[in-house]
């Protein structure tokens, strides 16, 4: 037996002495299953994912110069040859992310909170920082090394060499929770890098300052995306400060003007034009379409979807695109679908359905409706447990039912809010700010939105500020 034990971990020895590889950064040995080739083909695809899944920000302009920022970074680190690209994605929540191999992206959220040039450098090099030192590569490694308590047999196979289909890891590598030392190294890097290409460093602390406030001030229910993947190491901007300080740099580009103006007429929070809801209806004003879901249930506005929850999260009603031209069509391929078994039409393209099997572990019952819309198809499916469709069947189907045009001006007219920037003309707190420019956002956002966290905050004569106008929306 103790043989067979030699005999089976001699291989799975040398399987993992090949599967280490010199990380950039330290120089040191680190686990790694996939080749450079292979981690920047993950990226690229997962790249595609992004831009097709989240969406780019329409404005040129802003993209070329947040990638040029990030380029002049990423040529001082330690892997200036892989394709870095920057692009900053349509989403109003505050978080930045790196994909493998050169990617990253800053939302226009996280970007709305930054108020001038270094701040956004001190991001940016903490993404190029979990690029540099490969810290995705090591997660996805650890996640195939896992992998190999299935069997021997399965390490060896050409597949899993092969590692498979990387396309598969997608939008998942956007979701990876770094570990405490690898943002404790990611920091050290960036504040290197934005160091090395010319910004000022001291604007690093107060950024996680700003993104650790906004996690307080929603009481810790919605914590920004970026801090809830990048957990915050222990005294993080006091040790960044010491380290600036012993670097003892004291100067570099800011740039809060040339920032800010790039900020200029930004969509600020949510787009109204992509969907909002009044009460327990869902507009969506570029699509001129309503639907209604129960009250009380929880909304959820994604690019290509809308999604409705029960209080008890045993119900659901989605709205997205169908496939095929027709209502019919898109019935056809629905139904098509493996598992789901069509049942009678309740009215007119809209069907009761079941899904899943007892083998599987749950039957959910359900009703789909197809309608055509302004040259688009769409399906709205509402379901539930099976053994709870009579108590959800009327809500079910009033919401497949409810599906209308929207042409009133007051709902179709709608605008998001945006960013103004104004030269501040003399010395000014923030709640003398806020009542010579007035915003359409409460104090506590337009202080997070202005860097303005610190009870003796003052605007000084001349200094760039940021406030919020437009984007009122109908009330009922």
Known sequence: MRAHARRTLLPLAVILLAACATNPVTGKRQ?????ESQEIAMGQEAARQVAAQMGLYDDPELQAYVDRVGQE?????????????FAVVDDPTVNAFALPGGPVFLTRGILAHFNNEAEMASVLGHEIGHITARHAVEQVSKQQLAGLGLGLAMILSPEVAQFGDLANLGLQLMFLKFGRDDERQSDDLGLRYMTDAGWDPRHMPPVFGVISEISRLQ???RIPAWASTHPDPENRAQRLAAQIGQLGAAGGRVNPDGYLA???????GENPREGYVIGSAFIHPDLAFRITFPEGWAIQNMRQQVIAVSPREDAAVGLSLARGSSPAEAARSFFSQQGIQAGSEWRQNIYTFQAGSAQQGAVYRGLAGFVSHRGQVLQIVGYTPAQL????ANLLAGAVASFTSETNPTYVNVEPKRIDVVKVPRRMTLEEFARAYPS?????TLAIANGAIRQDFVFEPGQPAKRIVGGRLPTR
């Open 31 to 35: 686990l790694a299953m996939i080749t």
């Open 73 to 85: 970074m990423a040529a001082v680190s330690e892997r200036p040859e892989i394709p870095w690209q």
């Open 219 to 221: 009481g810790g229910g």
């Open 262 to 268: 790039m900020l200029d007429g930004m969509i600020f």
């Open 389 to 392: 469709f009579d108590r959800y």
């Open 440 to 444: 359409t956002v409460d104090l506590q």
